[in-house]
Nanobody
């Protein structure tokens, strides 16, 4: 069974930094793409950043230049470095992993980690 677990959410002051981590269990599951989404209260879940196996990152316009997504080489682990945080970044952050076991493609979501930006 594949599990996706996020960690690192916390309370941080505006302008501060935070690093989220995502671990995808099940060594047989090959992760092709790892994405981070956020969902603020009363809003839809939206894509924040994504990275593929080849390491090409993409970012939502509202985090470009402040956030950086990465993956540990050879590992099913990824990170989202968030800098210059703003109150509007307050949300639950979810990790989404897409990949395969053998020829069977599938994708999985984590339970989310809460990040609050407030003074």
């Amino acid at each position: 069974q594949v599990q996706v677990v996020e960690s690192g959410g916390d309370l941080v002051q505006p302008g501060g930094s935070l690093r989220l981590s995502c671990v995808v269990s099940a060594s047989r599951f090959r992760v092709y793409a790892m994405n981070w989404h956020c969902q603020a209260p009363g809003r839809k879940r939206e894509l924040v950043a994504g990275i593929t196996t080849h390491g090409y990152p993409e970012y939502a316009y509202f985090v470009k230049g402040r956030f950086a997504i990465s993956r540990d080489s050879g590992e099913n682990t990824g990170h989202l470095q968030m800098n210059d945080l703003k109150p509007e970044n307050t949300a639950v952050y979810y990790c989404h992993a897409a990949g395969a076991i053998g020829d069977a493609m599938n994708d999985y979501w984590g339970q989310g980690t809460q990040e609050t930006v407030s003074s």
